[in-house]
């Protein structure tokens, strides 16, 4: 959960513009929502991202992505960024950012 925790805290700056940004305990680590809508979360040490199912190919041929496999099963839609493919503050601004945008563009729940 350490691995977690210091995820999350360079997450909040990071959507700390974005309207409707709340958190909620989930996956075994921190699920941040926009408007209700998941967006991204960490997971042992991992960012799980959220964008366009139709970005399932493109997302997934990214550096350190593979599919969010979290029960057995690969949830479309979401990719496992591994923790080298988000040690930079850029790498990690982008994907967080590119979640938001799809997470704000869903009607509120």
Do not use: Y
């Not at 989930?26 to 809508?37: A, E």
């Not at 964008?51 to 399932?56: A, I, L, P, V, Y």
């Not at 990719?79 to 930079?88: D, K, M, R, T």
């Amino acid at each position: 959960m350490a691995n977690g925790t210091a995820l999350s805290q360079r997450i909040r700056p990071i959507l700390s513009g974005w309207k409707g940004v709340s958190e909620r305990k989930m996956f075994g680590g921190v699920c941040f929502m926009i408007n209700g809508n998941m967006c991204v979360g960490t997971w042992k040490g991992s960012l799980i991202v959220r964008f366009e199912k139709n970005r399932q190919d493109e997302m997934l041929a990214k550096p350190h992505a593979k599919p969010a496999d979290m029960n057995g099963r690969s949830m479309k839609g979401w990719a496992l960024v591994e923790p080298a493919g988000i040690e930079s503050e850029n790498d990690l601004r982008a994907w967080v950012n590119r979640a938001a945008k799809f997470a704000g563009s869903l009607p509120p729940k």
